[in-house]
């Protein structure tokens, strides 16, 4: 449904960086009429002076935070219709659930892209009470069902695009399935095709598949995505002469890339050591801020924002912002954690039931493929630009990649056996220091059965 590109919005964000991210992304999607305010109190008082068509706030911010500022809002006769976007770093589904029950009309988790927030304004002025989603329909040609396999672009994923290539060249043909692989534009797309059903299976972040099962979503962990592969990058203005580490980043801003992942625990857990309270405005005190955004927007941020004193991510992007010169190496993450997982292999349960043989074969020829990539590093690179950055727009380039996989305890993609242990220590440290998601059955989550085979265990 098209929506008057004329209606008042007023976005609420203490971030300054966030309330420029925003009206960029509004203005792109086609929004010039756009008010801001900087906490909740600040949101109420704009509501009052301003009246407008449609609210999309942040959630932590100081004073009020946006939970409140919603429930004010839903208080007041005179407001209480008022649509409200919360657009958040609360990614969560136990914070979602809490949105909704508040009076939310629609939530969107950080990073967000312009397509994502464009489609969560159009759905709450749609008619109806939402996009329906229907039920997937699986295909089967000459008796192999399309498995669809969605990803994002790091090298986290190139497993898939090795298995991918080697498919595509000839060298291997699938007996039970034919491979769809679907390139996601960031963790939410993902997250919401495993939830609905319309991913057959995704490499995605663990704490992310954690969460949704733990929120009911029929799906099972069958393998690791690699372990390994993300990098801290502090930025270029640290001088060791006048700063320590601790004075360096108390009272600034380090970027992940989303909530649930190992990138803030890592974050978080070195932050701690060195004596800083790291985490996201609102009622504890903290003195580092933890931002939420797209992992390609990283290093122009950091670059031009001296707010923020680093950054966690996947790789490519941190050897190439450190190339550029716009930061400097903080710690790769397998020095604070070795052969640390990080993605994992989500599929719906529905479809290893029913296609169990093709199951199998994806699972075992991921595994092969982890090794292929391992065994020719330059062939993997070559791979990896043709998979990751199909049209240019990342400028990678094989170099770039050789550079990571050179990397002392670099990226690993020949070890995929996924280690309860190691998700539990996920998941604990998650839950009983950042308060963050649920304790789940990790027994129930983890069908390690094809993994037992492929990995001859």
């Known amino acids: 449904m098209a929506v008057d590109p004329k209606i008042k919005i007023l976005v609420a964000d203490d971030s300054g960086t966030m309330r420029v991210m925003f009206k960029q992304m509004l203005n792109k999607a086609g929004f010039d009429n756009i008010i801001v305010a900087v906490n909740g109190d600040d949101g109420i008082a704009k509501v009052e002076a301003e009246k407008p068509d449609l609210v999309i706030s942040d959630w932590n911010m100081p004073q009020r935070d946006g939970l409140e500022f919603l429930k004010w809002l839903r208080s007041r006769d005179e407001y209480r219709n008022i649509p409200f976007i919360m657009a958040t770093a609360q990614a969560d589904k136990g914070q979602q659930i809490l949105i909704m029950e508040a009076g939310g009309n629609g939530h969107v988790p950080k990073p967000f892209d312009v397509d994502q927030i464009k489609a969560s304004i159009e759905k709450v002025f749609s008619s109806g009470n939402g996009a329906v ?11 192999k069902v399309v498995l669809n396999v969605a990803h994002i672009q790091i090298t986290d994923h190139l497993a898939l695009g090795a298995l991918k290539y080697r498919i595509d060249s000839g060298e291997i043909t699938p007996r039970h399935f034919i491979l769809d692989t679907d390139c996601k534009p960031g963790w939410n797309p993902i997250q919401e095709g495993l939830e609905n059903g319309a991913l057959d299976a995704a490499f995605v972040l663990a704490p992310i598949a954690m969460d949704l099962f733990a929120y009911d ?36 801003v380090v970027d992940i890339p989303h ?71 903080e710690f790769i993450s397998s020095t604070r954690w070795e052969s640390h997982p990080c993605c994992v292999v989500a599929m719906q349960q529905t479809f290893i039931e029913t296609y169990p043989q093709a199951t199998q074969e994806f699972v075992s020829l991921v595994v092969e493929s982890g090794k292929y990539i391992e065994a020719d590093k330059s062939r993997a690179a070559d791979i990896g630009v043709k998979f990751l950055d199909p049209d240019g727009r990342l400028g990678l380039t094989p170099g770039v990649l050789q550079q990571v996989f050179a990397q002392p305890q670099a990226i690993r993609m020949d070890d995929l056996y996924p280690v309860k242990e190691n ?35």
């Open 259 to 329: 909530k649930m992942s190992v990138h803030h625990m890592l974050a978080h857990q070195f932050l701690k050591e060195l004596g800083l309270k790291p985490g996201v405005p609102g009622k504890k005190a903290i003195n580092v801020r933890f931002e939420v955004v797209p992992p390609i927007k990283m290093p122009g941020i950091m670059n031009e924002n001296d707010d923020v004193a680093g950054f966690m991510v996947a790789e490519p992007i941190a050897t190439k912002a450190i190339a550029k010169g716009i930061g400097e190496l």
């Open 133 to 143: 989603v229907e039920k997937k329909e699986r295909r089967v040609v000459d008796g």
């Open 423 to 457: 998700l539990d220590k996920i998941q604990r440290y998650m839950h009983d220091v950042m308060g963050i998601g649920k304790i789940i059955d990790l027994d129930r989550f983890v069908d390690t059965r094809f993994a037992d085979t492929a990995c001859q265990l």
């Open 217 to 252: 979503s029929p799906i099972r962990l069958v393998l690791l995505a690699h372990k390994n592969g993300s990098t801290f990058v502090r930025s270029r203005h640290y001088d060791h002469r006048f700063d320590s580490l601790q004075s360096f980043y108390k009272y600034k």
